[in-house]
């Protein structure tokens, strides 16, 4: 396994990362948008265990050439060995895989990268900045964190998304993409500095598309001075 794979898997590879093969047993479409497909881990769970936000490396076949995307784990179960995943669906390959995933299919996956340190002291307060691709770790991070207020800024609408979002203590602020993410960063940068700087242990939490998460950490640490360690800031996804 890993052959065939350039550059990518090459380096992945001198990383000391894991493979695993895992079996698709079902898949359903939560919208037209956004589909779930359950898997049977191949040993991927005894092996590595369980954090929050956790994410794998899918390979996918790019007209012949190897393409790799990261995805988070949902409802991970260790003991059952099988978890899901959820795509936002779009155009490329990964979302084409997607749509015609079914039982007895199989994909490549690799583990290297993932990680989460939960924030010390407990945040008092968290800030998230995502989209339907970063929805599940959204979700799993809500629960990682406990009884943490959160503001959520999400980029999209979560009409019939499966957000974990309890109104009583989250509030989810929803902004539509404009402007290959500009918009959002915007919106970020005038919401954002009056909480942040009016709660005492603050964390700030980014994974949009790759651009639009360098301009929100860059903001967030150059000019709102957050120290490294209360931030985790990933590009989940590029814009074509």
Request: net charge negative.
């Amino acid at each position: 396994m890993g052959q065939g794979r350039g550059w990518e898997g090459a380096v992945l590879k001198l990383m000391r990362a894991k493979d695993f093969v895992l079996t698709v047993t079902g898949a359903e479409d939560v919208t037209d948008d956004y589909r779930r497909v359950h898997f049977t881990d191949g040993g991927l769970l005894g092996a590595i265990g369980v954090h929050p936000t956790m994410w794998v490396r899918l390979w996918f076949d790019n007209a012949g050439k190897p393409h790799q995307r990261g995805y988070t784990l949902v409802d991970p179960d260790p003991a059952a060995g099988t978890f899901a995943v959820e795509f936002a669906l779009h155009e490329g390959c990964a979302s084409d895989w997607a749509r015609g995933a079914k039982a007895g299919d199989t994909i490549e996956a690799t583990v290297q990268g993932t990680g989460f340190q939960h924030p010390d002291p407990a945040p008092s307060h968290v800030f998230a900045i995502g989209d339907p691709a970063s929805l599940p770790a959204i979700n799993s991070l809500l629960g990682a964190l406990g009884s943490a207020p959160a503001t959520i800024w999400f980029e999209g609408s979560l009409d019939g998304l499966p957000c974990a979002a309890d109104p009583a203590l989250h509030e989810v602020r929803e902004v539509p993409r404009k402007d290959d993410g500009d918009h959002l960063v915007r919106q970020v940068r005038t919401d954002l500095p009056a909480p942040l700087r009016a709660t005492p242990d603050p964390y700030v939490w980014i994974a949009c598309d790759a651009r639009t998460t360098r301009a929100l950490s860059s903001f967030v640490r150059k000019e709102l001075h957050l120290p490294k360690q209360r931030m985790h800031a990933l590009g989940y996804w590029r814009a074509s």
